[in-house]
């Protein structure tokens, strides 16, 4: 079954070796990190939010079941959560075969009309509609999003999705128009002398200091501190995207420093931290180059950032060690 589900991630991604070549390649490293890996932004808010009213919840991976068992054994609260876990090598064919939501259906006791499938793979989706169920995707590779159309709807993050909308019941956690998030942090350059606007470039920051990196499935207008070379911490709101060019994709983050700052900040070092979610960023089509982001911060966007950052909720971020002078180690933060 492992076979299957490797072929089939070769296939969907395009990847230029054999199955057998992907697996014996893959799956030390996969061991080596799922200690190390970070939910998706909103994954644990919406799998306690549906265990919390008591919607059953199951957990189909194309994986075996060992290797499931054990990644979600790092996240808290996971495997109670979940009523049925099952794994590629308990079922006759893995995705994008039915077989797996079937089966998770027929162990929860429901019928599988009635079940909504969230999935990041196009092998999963078409699984899941030959399954009779409804599927939101949340793209594993953004900029490829056109290619799931046949889910009933594509998000760019977790934190776009409303359960309501699903007939699940409704979030209630949103403060003031904004949504507490689990922080995460950035480190950049700016590329000019405004810290208004114009975009950073990112840095990755060691990877034993970073216990929140900017995850793949990041979308939308953010808000939290900044700390700008020697200055002080300010307030900050951002966009952040996946920029789409003949050329490749790359994330691209545009900060709004909710302050005067007089002198020249080019090349000046900016630390980042999010603490909170305004929205999601609207989407147009382009004739050409297919489905993109707007990536403005909008005056509404700064005045809501600015009045959710008094907030004790946020304000206390502020006295985060990561915003402390640049010369510190980054290692003083945890």
């Known amino acids: 079954m492992h076979c299957e589900s490797a072929a089939a991630i070769v296939i969907d991604y395009n990847l230029p070796l054999t199955a057998e070549e992907f697996s014996e390649k893959i799956i030390p490293m996969y061991q080596e990190r799922w200690p190390q890996v970070k939910p998706l932004p909103g994954a644990n808010r919406l799998i306690k939010h549906l265990h919390k009213h008591g919607i059953p919840l199951a957990l189909a991976s194309n994986s075996v ?13 996971w495997k109670e959560s979940f009523s049925v876990i099952l794994g590629g090598d308990e079922v006759n064919h893995g995705k994008p075969s039915p077989d797996i939501y079937l089966e998770s259906a027929k162990m929860m006791g429901v019928d599988p009309s009635r079940c909504l499938v969230i999935e990041d793979s196009s092998v999963g989706i078409e699984a899941a509609k030959a399954a009779g169920m409804k599927v939101v995707a949340i793209p594993s590779i953004p900029f490829r999003g056109d290619d799931f159309g046949a889910a009933n709807c594509v998000l760019y993050s977790l934190l776009e999705f409303l359960p ?3 007939g699940l019941p409704a979030f209630q956690d949103w403060v003031q128009s904004t949504l507490p998030i689990e922080p995460f942090y950035v480190s950049g350059v700016l590329r000019d002398g405004d810290p208004h606007g114009t975009p950073i470039l990112m840095e990755h920051l060691p990877e034993e200091n970073q216990t929140a990196p900017l995850p793949i499935q990041t979308s939308g207008v953010f808000f939290g501190w900044a700390k700008l070379g020697t200055r002080g911490a300010f307030k900050v709101v951002a966009s952040i995207q996946w920029d789409i ?8 983050i545009r900060p709004h420093v909710l302050a005067e700052i007089s002198s020249d900040t080019a090349g000046e070092k900016l630390r ?3 603490v909170g979610f305004i929205r999601k960023l609207h989407r147009e089509r382009r004739a050409k180059e297919g489905s993109s982001t707007t990536s403005a911060v909008s005056e509404e966007d700064k005045s809501v950032a600015a009045a959710a950052l008094d907030l004790p909720a946020f304000a206390d971020h502020k006295g985060n060690p990561f915003l402390a002078d640049p010369s ?3 290692k003083a933060y945890s």
């Open 245 to 252: 060019s003949p050329a490749g994709a790359r994330k691209l």
């Open 164 to 166: 309501d909308q699903w």
């Open 328 to 330: 510190n180690p980054l």
């Open 272 to 274: 980042l931290l999010f």
């Open 65 to 77: 079941r060992k290797n499931v068992q054990k990644k979600i054994s790092y996240q808290q609260g």
